[in-house]
């Protein structure tokens, strides 16, 4: 037999059974063994109909378009068996080795005219990693559920997502991750053995559930088992062990979509909502989130302009001495143009930014446009502070890169530079960030840790990054006279960041009361609109002037 056919057969393990059971019959022919050769003849017909049985309950369920047209084919070859056996017993015919490879050439040739198209038709449908269904057959065998059978109103469609993906990839490599995909897909199916369950890939890193006849109560109950069940999945590799995350966005059947393609355009966006929410967050698609996609959609297009035409203008948020009111440095800040010309506040899109994941490439372009002499020039025995947005360790790798190049430009023109990053990315990738610090061996350069006590406060991190500033969040200056406990908080990050020689920085200094209050706490340097709202490089210019 041409082993190659049977590498390309969804059966393939039946298929050899039935070979190697026609090669121990031609076998005992030859040894004219008639033992031997009634129970390999019994035991090749109860592989051919087991092997058929399985081949048809298989098409059914794929909804295979040939799938009368294969059957009559087995019905056919069935009866030539037949046929055969009653030749046999009325002695009209011996079996011979001849007869033995007219059977085996059938059954190849078989394999080859209608196996084999099964199986490729079978490859379209499924996906070959994790054998769930493609997104396509998924969605056409759900919307055969919804225009066809109409047994029940109650289908539910859950898409979620492998959170980190991107970084598992990166870590494992592309086997690896395609081994933990295949093991995943294999532990869900195990886990859901239900009745009324469909699963199917959406894309690399999503899959796609429906629940056929199942009420609101029992899909709540089914998201809590789905996020435990994940929760509790882990892959081993080597002497590690790879968690997942995910998020999860659902529609329901008919109202949040009357086609499966509707039905997952709006999971889809459910999901977006989800990811803002956190890992193992489930969202059930409201029509208030495409109001929030259209936005989404208009600032894309706003975004993709600004990058091909290099919209970008730099505005400076002065920061200022506590006691001397003089201006101690700046914090430079995105401004984009919209298609009038008009400028764009960074309150306006700085969000849409992030979620449409442009934050780097707008950081990018704003470097560019400060990166020449003129500027450098503003902040001569002054700091510099450059927001960096950091959200993988490839950025902090470039962050360590671009600290080279700072070295030089702070240097040359006698300024300082400070790397302003958010708590929460420092506490993500603190030993990056201590690589960082321990790399950076000048004075000129440095770290501030920016809404610091957030909530996520780590006083590890001063220790392990040793930065220049803390920047206190505005929510605790804001609320400093509205809670006792935000005057303490705020109080404590001052006392210790004393004793660690940190500068501290008070953000949103909206009043005089407010800053006089600062002032006995014993914040170092102000920011806020009390003081200045953020200016273009022309205000700063004469402002420190």
């Not at 055969?84 to 015919?93: A, G, N, S, V």
């Not at 700046?330 to 298609?339: A, F, M, P, Q």
């Not at 849409?352 to 372009?365: F, M, N, P």
Request: proline content about 2%.
């Amino acid at each position: 037999m041409n082993s190659s056919l049977s590498l390309e057969l969804k059966f393939k393990e039946d298929f050899e059974k039935l070979i190697t059971s026609l090669s121990n019959l031609k076998n005992a022919v030859e040894e004219n063994n008639p033992e031997k050769i009634s129970n390999y003849l019994n035991q090749f017909t109860l592989f051919l109909k087991n092997y058929f049985e399985k081949e048809e309950k298989f098409m059914e369920e794929l909804k295979y378009p040939d799938f009368e047209h294969h059957k009559r084919e087995h019905d056919l070859f069935k009866k030539k068996i037949k046929y055969l056996f009653k030749k046999l017993e009325k002695k009209e015919t011996i079996l011979n080795k001849e007869i033995v490879e007219v059977l085996e050439n059938l059954l190849i040739e078989h394999a080859i005219h209608f196996d084999k198209p099964l199986n490729l038709y079978f490859k379209s449908r499924i996906d070959s990693l994790t054998e769930f269904l493609s997104r396509e057959a998924f969605l056409e065998t759900l919307q055969d559920f919804i225009t066809k059978e109409k047994l029940t109103k109650d289908i539910t469609l859950i898409l979620f997502e492998l959170e980190d993906f991107p970084l598992i990839f990166f870590s494992l490599g592309s086997q690896i991750t395609n081994q933990l995909l295949k093991d995943f897909s294999t532990y869900l199916r195990n886990q859901f053995d239900i009745p009324n369950i469909l699963f199917g890939k959406n894309k690399e890193n999503q899959f796609l559930i429906a629940l056929l006849g199942v009420s609101f109560l029992e899909v709540l109950e089914f998201l809590e088992n789905l996020t435990e069940k994940v929760k509790a999945y882990s892959f081993k590799f080597e002497n590690k062990k790879i968690s997942l995350n995910i998020s999860i966005g659902v529609t329901l059947y008919p109202q949040d979509g009357k086609d499966a393609y509707s039905l997952l355009k709006n999971a889809e966006i459910a999901l977006q909502m989800a990811k803002k929410e956190g890992k193992f967050k489930w969202m059930f698609f409201e029509s208030k989130f495409l109001k929030h996609f259209e936005k989404l959609n208009k600032f894309k297009n706003i975004f993709e302009k600004v990058i091909r035409e290099h919209l970008i203008i730099p505005y400076i948020q002065p920061i200022f001495d506590v006691h001397t009111g003089s201006v101690v440095g700046g914090e430079v800040l995105i401004r984009i143009l919209d298609d009038k010309g008009k400028i764009i506040c960074a309150c306006d899109f700085i969000n849409y930014a992030y979620e449409l994941k442009y934050i780097d490439e707008l950081e990018a372009l704003l470097g560019e446009k400060i990166i020449e002499p003129n500027f450098f020039g503003l902040f001569k025995n002054r700091f510099l502070f450059i927001n960096k947005v950091v959200t993988s360790y490839d950025k902090v790798r470039f962050l360590l890169e671009e600290l080279k190049v700072w070295k030089t430009i702070t240097e040359n023109y006698n300024i300082s530079c400070i790397f302003e990053i958010t708590e929460s990315s420092i506490l993500e990738f603190l030993d990056f960030f201590e690589m960082l610090s321990t790399e950076n061996k000048t004075e000129k350069v440095g770290i501030a840790i920016d809404d610091f006590g957030s909530g996520y406060a780590s006083f590890t991190s001063l220790i392990k990054i040793n930065p220049k500033f803390l920047k206190i969040d505005g929510n605790l200056i804001r609320q400093i006279f509205k809670s006792k406990k935000c005057y303490t908080i705020v109080k404590g990050i001052v006392s210790i960041a004393k004793e660690l020689n940190i500068k501290t920085i008070a953000e949103f200094v909206e009043n005089e009361r407010i800053a006089k209050a600062l002032r006995e706490i014993g914040v170092d340097l102000f920011q806020g609109f009390y003081l200045s709202k953020p200016v273009s490089v022309e205000e700063f210019k004469k402002l420190i002037s």
